[in-house]
């Protein structure tokens, strides 16, 4: 079992950045694949980006490509989502999820385990 902790959110402007941090408990954290997942008002959770157990591939949704990267560090238990040229539009509470099942990177249902999340808010 792992428990997720995310930190980093805040209020910036369009073309801004932000630096999104998930700490993870547990001694086993380069096991799970990581993902980041954001929820807009009145709009359901949606993928964002995932990287897999080693960090050898990574996954984005297509509003996010060439803007947002994932990594992450094994030796310290934690995932990151560096958020650059922020858009209006990315306005949500962005929150991050694990599993070490073989399930889809893209899927809500293909977590076990979500942090409780931090909120986004982009002014224009």
């Known amino acids: 079992q792992v428990q997720l902790a995310e930190s980093g959110g805040g209020l910036v402007q369009a073309g801004g950045s932000l630096r999104l941090s998930c700490a993870a408990s547990?001694?086993?954290?380069?096991?799970?694949?990581m993902g980041w997942f954001r929820q807009a008002p009145g709009k359901e959770r949606e993928f964002v980006a995932a990287?897999?157990?080693?960090?050898?591939?990574?996954y984005y949704v297509d509003s996010v490509k060439g803007r947002f990267t994932i990594s992450r560090d094994n030796a310290k238990n934690t995932v990151y989502l560096q958020m650059n040229s922020l858009k209006p539009e990315d306005t949500a509470v962005y929150s991050c999820?694990?599993?070490?099942?073989?399930?889809?990177?893209?899927?809500?249902?293909?977590?076990?385990?979500w942090g409780q999340g931090t909120q986004v808010t982009v002014s224009s």
């Open positions: 999820a694990a599993s070490q099942r073989y399930s889809s990177a893209y899927s809500v249902g293909g977590y076990d385990y």
């Open positions: 547990g001694r086993t954290f380069s096991s799970y694949r």
């Open positions: 990287i897999t157990w080693g960090g050898g591939s990574t």
